[in-house]
């Protein structure tokens, strides 16, 4: 901790983040951190970028358990620089290589799994990614979209994005039906180790981690209607409390744009439910005063850890520029 660089940003940092009453909290959010970088999703984070950015984060910020910080936040008496660490959707990747790190460092982090995926699932993202990285045919027509090349990484990619962008607002079963014929016709196997078993959730709860809510399917709650979304909601919590024998109290909107992906009467709901907090996918920090149902989070996973203390920087400078 003797680098001039991170002094500056600690100082920095305490000016726009200090302790109390004026204190910001930072929420950072991950999805998979995987063992190595793979060439056909490179802007995912892998352990050595994640091991950096802990150990930056941990020397920079006062790190604190969502749910201690949320209550600290909530009476005013949150250190300076304060952090959290949280990870969406459940990925076996979370349990095997991001836990040894967080351990390792002393950073606690908060779970938020979707339970319909644990022990063999796949969720829609990795399907597709998956089914494209396992195609053998050079060139292949995707009804709707066009004739694709997937001759090399490149080419892998492009098709990955036109595919997620064509398909991410259509109906399950339109989407599951459409992947599901490029499936059957290259006669592709998935992988069923992606997502987390059980027991790996009981092992991160059992090691002090928090575990929260992130529905049974991850849908999109403003697609549902209101007693749908609290089916989902309350399912997601029954399933990991009876799979920890621990209350859950917190919660992630699955995709968690306001607005979008969630509306008001979700994030009420929430709370009516009994939860004691719930984060989104809004950009920006929390104050004394923010909706503690609607906690907005930071998302550093897709760039180098060059940018990665600048872009923490600056979220809290831009949140003080626009509180101020
Ligand atoms: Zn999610």
């Known amino acids: 901790m003797a680098y001039p660089m991170d002094l500056l940003l600690r100082t920095f940092g305490a000016l726009c983040s200090p302790a109390g009453a004026g204190a910001r909290l930072s929420i950072l959010i991950y999805h998979r951190v995987l063992p ?34 949320v209550s600290r936040l909530n009476s005013g008496t949150l250190p300076a620089r304060a952090a959290c660490v949280t990870f969406d959707d459940g990925y076996a990747d ?86 599901n014929r490029i499936i059957d016709s290259e006669k592709i196997a998935l992988p069923n180790d992606l997502m987390m078993r059980s027991d790996q959730v009981r092992m991160l709860a059992g090691e002090g981690m928090g575990i929260g809510g992130h529905t049974i399917n ?9 007693e749908s979304a609290r089916e989902e909601i309350a399912g997601g919590r029954t399933a990991l409390e009876e799979m920890t024998g621990s209350p859950v109290r917190t919660f992630a909107y699955p995709n968690g744009i306001p607005g979008r992906d969630y509306r008001v009467e979700h994030a009420r709901l929430v709370a009516e439910m009994g939860f004691e907090a719930a984060v989104t996918t809004a950009k920006g920090v929390a104050r004394q005063g923010s909706d503690v149902f609607q906690l907005p989070r930071f998302t550093p996973w897709d760039i180098p850890i060059s940018r990665f203390s600048i872009r923490l920087a600056g979220n809290l400078l831009q949140s003080k520029i626009l509180t101020a």
């Open 94 to 179: 979370n349990a095997e290589v991001a836990f040894p790190i967080l351990k390792k460092h002393g950073i606690p982090a908060t779970f938020f799994i979707a339970t319909g995926y644990l022990n063999g699932g796949i969720m829609f993202n990795d399907k597709v990614i998956e089914t494209v990285r396992r195609i053998s045919s050079e060139e292949m027509e995707f009804p709707g979209i066009g004739v694709f090349r997937l001759s090399d990484m490149q080419s892998k990619r492009d098709v990955i994005r036109q595919l997620l962008t064509f398909l991410k607002y259509r109906s399950v079963s339109e989407r599951q039906d459409f992947m």
């Open 218 to 226: 991850h849908p999109i709650l403003s697609g549902l209607d209101l």
């Open 36 to 69: 190595a970088v793979d060439p056909l999703t490179p802007d995912v984070v892998d352990a050595a970028r994640f091991e950096s950015q802990m150990r930056l984060l941990s020397c920079l910020f006062n790190l604190l358990p969502l749910s201690e910080a």
